[in-house]
């Protein structure tokens, strides 16, 4: 079985704050992919970032980077220098690499709000 | 075209209505999904389409029927709906139902409400 656990429920931070968004996964799957997507206000789901289990690099883009450790099943996001348009609901999300009928897995999501 | 549009935004129905729901992308892909949302929760899968086939049905209710008349659009047909199913419905697109691995892109959703 899958699961992805968003133990954070609710962040607040104020703006240029560094946030660090936590994502722990299970699976028995020797290939999978893991991912994160913000969610505004608006509803829109917006895909950020996709790994696949094979590759451990740490990514980085603008603000937001991510750090993957199949070690500790961690894929945390961390966003630099928050601002407001950052308030959103993110969800990590596990996808099994066992075929076409393999489901995306959701995080119960994280919910940040950034202040001015 | 990198995106995935929804019609309606909003929709009110009442439980003996019938209306549908309509998903159009045009990046070539050819997986496309359903999936329910309720406040503050995380999106369920409801079908999967892959190649204009249905592929999954998470024991979704009859009263959803789901359709795709063809590689770009996507329709979610209702009937007989119920107050607790009121949620946002999101339509998603990825590149192929046989390559899992490519992410999926959503629409934005359409908020609909039963009374």
């Known amino acids: 079985a899958q699961k992805v656990t968003q133990a954070q429920t609710e962040i607040s931070v104020v703006e240029k704050e560094d946030v660090t968004l936590d994502c722990v996964y299970e699976t028995r799957d020797t290939t999978y992919y893991l991912f994160w997507y913000k969610q505004p206000p608006s509803g829109e789901l917006v895909f950020l970032i996709r790994?696949?289990?094979?590759?451990?690099q740490n990514e980085i883009s603008g603000r937001y980077s991510w750090n993957f450790q199949k070690s500790t099943s961690s894929f945390n996001f961390t966003i630099t220098a928050s601002q407001v348009v950052d308030s959103a609901v993110y969800f990590c999300a596990l996808l099994p690499g066992g075929g076409a009928n393999s489901k995306l897995t959701f995080g119960k999501g994280i919910t940040l709000s950034v202040r001015p | 075209d990198t995106e995935v549009t929804q019609t309606p935004k909003h929709l009110v129905m009442g439980m003996t209505n019938k209306k549908s729901l309509k998903c159009e992308q045009h990046m070539g892909h050819r997986a496309m999904y359903w999936y329910k949302q309720k406040a503050k929760k995380p999106p369920e899968l409801m079908f999967v389409y892959s190649y204009e086939k249905l592929s999954i049905n998470e024991s979704v209710p009859s009263r959803f029927s789901p359709e795709c008349p063809n590689s770009s659009l996507l329709n979610l047909h209702l009937h007989a709906l119920q107050p607790e199913d009121s949620a946002l419905y999101l339509c998603?697109?990825?590149?192929?139902?046989?390559?899992?691995?490519?992410?999926?892109?959503f629409g934005p959703g359409t908020r609909l409400t039963v009374l």
């Open positions: 998603a697109s990825s590149y192929s139902g046989l390559a899992v691995w490519n992410e999926q892109f």
């Open positions: 790994r696949n289990s094979f590759d451990e």
